[in-house]
């Protein structure tokens, strides 16, 4: 069974700083996926990266994809309450076969 | 909007009732799935298809039953409802060659 880990688990800053959370895994994955999820609704795809070592940026969001296919980092500079949220990476194995989704980072963002 | 309509959105159930949660998208998206969302354990796969009238056990399937006769629709049901099949349920769709999956809202059980 391939696992995704994701830490920290639960992050609370102060708007404005930055941060780094982590996705990692044992397995090589064709792709990673990263998703936000507010309270009460569904998690929204944010990214997908697929070449290993690719970065891709979203205004203040930076995700990368490890040189190895393994492993991801999303990094949000200056951060604000808005991006509070729950943030999930999922990785695909070879899209024949369903996501397999990290339990999140939990991400307060304190006025 | 497109997108992924889930109903009913809240439900309490007593412990040994159905019930059959439905799952709707107007993407003509291939792939569906049924997920549950706990505290601490993620998100966990119940059931998924990969097409109209086929279904596949995923992590989680005990105590489910799930039906695709219609590619639009993906139904959840519960035969006898459990207090360990309180959870919130996503349903997700994703369209073939896609990366990403497109989820609904949510439905929060709660089994008493």
């Known amino acids: 069974t391939q696992l995704l880990e994701q830490s920290p688990q639960f992050l609370s800053i102060q708007e404005g700083e930055n941060l780094t959370v982590y996705c990692n895994s044992s397995s090589v994955f064709s792709s990673l996926q990263w998703y936000r999820q507010e309270p009460g609704e569904g998690p929204v795809l944010l990214v997908t990266v697929v070449t290993g070592g690719e970065v891709k940026k979203l205004k203040r969001l930076t995700f990368q994809f490890g040189d190895a296919r393994k492993d991801s980092s999303l990094h949000i500079t200056a951060a604000q309450p808005g991006d509070t949220g729950l943030y999930l990476c999922?990785?695909?194995?070879?899209?024949?076969?369903?996501?397999?989704f990290g339990k999140g980072t939990r991400l307060s963002v304190i006025a | 909007n497109a997108g992924v309509t889930q109903t009913p959105k809240f439900r309490v159930l007593k412990t040994g009732q159905s019930m059959t949660l439905l799952c709707a998208q107007d993407m003509n998206h291939e792939y569906m799935y049924w997920y549950r969302q706990d505290p601490g354990m993620g998100l966990r796969l119940i059931h998924y298809?990969?097409?109209?009238?086929?279904?596949a056990k995923g992590e989680v399937p005990d105590g489910y039953n799930v039906s695709r006769l219609k590619k639009q629709n993906f139904l959840l049901g519960l035969e006898s409802a459990a207090p360990s099949q309180t959870s919130v349920y996503f349903c997700?769709?994703?369209?073939?060659?896609?990366?990403?999956?497109?989820f609904g809202s949510g439905t929060r059980l709660t089994v008493v």
């Open positions: 298809s990969v097409g109209e009238g086929t279904t």
């Open positions: 999922a990785g695909d194995n070879s899209g024949n076969t369903p996501l397999v």
């Open positions: 997700a769709s994703q369209g073939a060659g896609v990366y990403g999956y497109t």
